[in-house]
């Protein structure tokens, strides 16, 4: 049954056996989007495995040099849709970037005991390599 | 209460008010990842309209001028997560394609009567421009 204590979220589901990996998921999509990306860190394990379209990412220094230079240009955001278990959730979501104003995202979360142990990461690259070469090219 | 007379499904929610969306989101995805495109079509409106990462693409001629070709190159799939309700859902996989071996890609469609009327995906072009360039430079 949905937690009446827990206001409405778009596209939110919520599973029979549980939410605490949707919980964990949005917490630190929250804190990232909210530009506290030093909150957002506190629900990342040190051993995260990120699987990112450049490739992967192995421990939560990697995983902060990776999110964190991102977290910085990131100038809106609006949560697409929200689903997720005790174990496992999905947040897809739409940026506006300084370099790219359309950057929508998509990541899958593995979490236990309310840390982010393993995330997949889409995101198309291809805006942001153009918005690189533009401004290098003046 | 998750439906008994379902097979349990890898990182598969079932909501409180009904999976109506995640059924038809599985329906289509299973249809295009055994080759099976026509089939895949039958779970898709008529005026679907799909934000890609290319842009945007109204009706179902257009969206299958841009899922067909892509359907052709796959040699692979795994299903990294669905979750849904009656009305969203979304869908991460992971493709192997011919010219890209890791390809995953993530979806969110909204469903009516059993026919996807939005569908929201984002993959990396990256990997696909660059086995592109590769292919035509010999």
Known sequence: ???RNQPPRPGTSVA???RA???TALAYYRAWTSHDFDKAMTYVA????????????EGAAA??????PFVQIVTSSSLIAAFGDDEKAVVMYDTGTVPVKDAPGAECVT?????????RIIFDRVPFDEAR????TG
Chains 1, 2 share one sequence.
């Open 1 to 3: 049954m949905p937690d």
């Open 16 to 18: 029979g056996g549980g």
């Open 21 to 23: 990996a949707l919980d």
């Open 46 to 57: 040190e051993d995260i495995i990120c699987q990112a379209p450049a490739g992967r990412l």
């Open 63 to 68: 995983f902060r040099g990776f999110m964190g």
């Open 111 to 119: 979490v236990r005991d309310g840390k982010i142990t393993h995330m």
């Open 133 to 136: 070469r533009a401004a290098a």
